[in-house]
């Protein structure tokens, strides 16, 4: 017995696409004889396209004047969807034409915070070091969805072997420690003692983004880890502001509005440049929270994979919660 597949609502639904594509071009460049000029097409295939489309939406999609066209309030709402759709379906074309083509291409796929405090400050030297390599970044919170078509050669993130066919590496373990802007500190020079730190704003980064960086630590564990506990009672001077994003948290620490937990591999630089320093010699240390480098295993032996491992090695030996150190410092 044949079984019958129900009709699909939106691909009957669906306009014809060759007029939603004459539609795009005309609203694009306001002119359907220059539409017709970018599609290769007769200026009035242009209009009975776009004559179609209106009427199989019901709505006026532009206003006419002499030659000029602008869209209507529906038609720009239209245009917005339509437009963006097409350029996903360019890329998502122009990525499958360029597989097994020679140009070699790494995807690497990290943490907000992590590309934008880590990687953003060290990827140039690779990218000039090997201009023969594309370097496509994605970044994430949520590493178990990626979207339909990525999949990324390389994930940097605190999670080993999250899916069939990779393998991991260790990278570092956690050193966390709070960290303000200068002024902050001049200004709130009690905040170098934990209890004085009690009474400074306290940046937090709250459980929907504690995956960019380490889930386990926000201030409540951090002073825990140091045997205090936060004042929350009613009559407390205790503030703290909760953000979900990492970014958003340091930099407001660099705008010298509060203090906030700095993980040694995201705020290092920044310490380095004086546009933050540490408050007080206190600090969090978890050798068990360790962060990886996870590859796909059927690239590792490409030249463009190679490459960057090296590059990529070099960069974290410096780093002074680096877990091989002691294995190479035995080596040598």
């Known amino acids: 017995m044949v079984k019958h597949v129900e009709p699909d609502q939106i691909l009957v639904k669906m306009p014809s696409l060759r007029a939603v594509k004459s539609f795009v071009a005309a609203a694009k460049y306001q002119n359907f004889t220059r539409a017709a000029e ?4 007769t200026q009035a295939a242009i209009s009975r396209q776009i004559r179609e ?5 019901g709505v006026t999609l532009f206003k006419r004047s002499g030659r000029a066209v602008e ?5 720009s709402i239209f245009y917005d969807a339509a437009y963006l759709s097409f350029v996903n379906i360019a890329q998502a074309a122009q990525r499958i034409q360029n597989t097994g083509k020679r140009r070699q291409a790494l995807t690497i796929c990290c943490t907000p915070a992590f590309s934008t405090f880590w990687l953003s400050y060290r990827l140039p030297e ?5 201009p023969e390599i594309d ?6 919170n949520n590493f178990l969805q990626m979207e339909p078509g990525v999949r990324p050669d390389i994930f940097i993130n605190k999670a080993s072997d999250p899916r069939e066919g990779y393998h991991s590496v260790p990278l570092f373990y956690d050193l966390i420690y709070p960290v303000c802007s200068p002024r902050y500190l001049e200004e709130n020079p009690d905040i170098v003692t934990l209890e004085g730190l009690q009474q400074a704003v306290l940046l937090n980064l709250s459980p929907f983004g504690r995956s960019q960086v380490a889930e386990h630590v926000d201030w409540g564990v951090w002073f825990a880890f140091h045997d205090m506990e936060l004042d929350q009672s009613d009559d407390s001077q205790l503030r703290i502001f909760n953000a979900n994003d990492f970014n958003m948290l340091a930099q407001m620490a660099l705008n010298h509005q509060g203090v906030c937990l700095g993980w040694n591999q995201l705020v290092e630089h920044m310490l380095a440049e004086g546009r933050l320093v540490r408050v007080g010699d206190h ?4 050798k068990e929270k360790l962060h990886y480098l ?6 590792s032996s490409t030249p463009a994979f190679k ?5 990529f090695m070099d960069c974290i030996r410096d780093e002074p919660t680096y877990v091989g150190r002691e294995e190479d410092e035995a080596a040598s």
Do not use: P, R, S
């Open 307 to 311: 490459a960057f491992m090296d590059w």
């Open 135 to 140: 370097v496509n970044m994605v970044t994430t």
């Open 283 to 286: 600090k969090a240390v978890f």
């Open 53 to 57: 489309l209106e009427a199989a939406l």
């Open 126 to 130: 690779f990218i000039a070091l090997h």
């Open 38 to 41: 970018a599609l290769c097409v």
């Open 71 to 75: 869209l209507t309030e529906a038609g």
């Open 294 to 299: 996870t590859y796909t295993e059927d690239k």
